[in-house]
């Protein structure tokens, strides 16, 4: 996965959520099956940058786009302080999410965006539907809008303070400008792979 550098400098982003599960139309009835998979993708602008920031953006993401790209979520508000999180126990499914390690009364709140990472340091967004308050012992568990898609193990880490998406650049083909007063802006679209 690639990082972009420190002088990148987010101007706007736009998430979009990917649902994996669908409705179902029956004669009498209409039901809603969620499946496993839902993600994000977020469309970012940078810059503009002057042409050796530029130069640098444009060679790390035409990695990205072979390689992956691993950037934070933008937050609008502070998630606060919360410890070091962790899953407390392995082989969760569903949507709910027991955690530890957080700072004791910690508050964990509705709309609250979280990454946990994987075993071989993949990343997966998640957005908190039902959050919580962590107890003395810094443990609490929280609803999130989307099925886990890993059956993480106990102890994976937790990113609420910064959360991270990652994924591949988005089509086919990705494009960047050069114009005459030599100040490059970079836009580009972010989608998870699983």
Known sequence: MIVLPDFAVRGSATPVFIDAGFT?????????????GSRYKLAC??????????????SRLIA??????????????????????????????????????????YVCREGYWLSITDTAGRSYLHNVKTG??????????????????????????????VPIVEGLVEGDEWAWSLSVDQVVPIEFTIEETR
């Open 24 to 36: 179902q139309r029956g004669v009498a009835s209409l039901g809603r099956i969620d499946r496993k």
């Open 64 to 105: 990205g786009k072979q390689e992956g790209v691993r950037i934070p979520y933008p937050l609008l508000v502070s998630q606060g302080a919360p410890g070091a999180p962790v899953v407390d126990g392995a082989g969760h499914e569903g949507k709910t999410l027991p955690i530890r390690g957080l700072t004791p009364g």
């Open 132 to 161: 919580a308050r962590a107890d003395a012992s810094g443990e609490m568990s929280v609803v999130l809008n989307e099925l886990l898609r890993f059956p993480f193990l106990d102890g994976a880490t937790i990113n609420l303070a």
């Open 45 to 58: 602008t940078y810059g503009p940058f002057h042409p050796e920031q530029g130069r640098v953006m444009v």
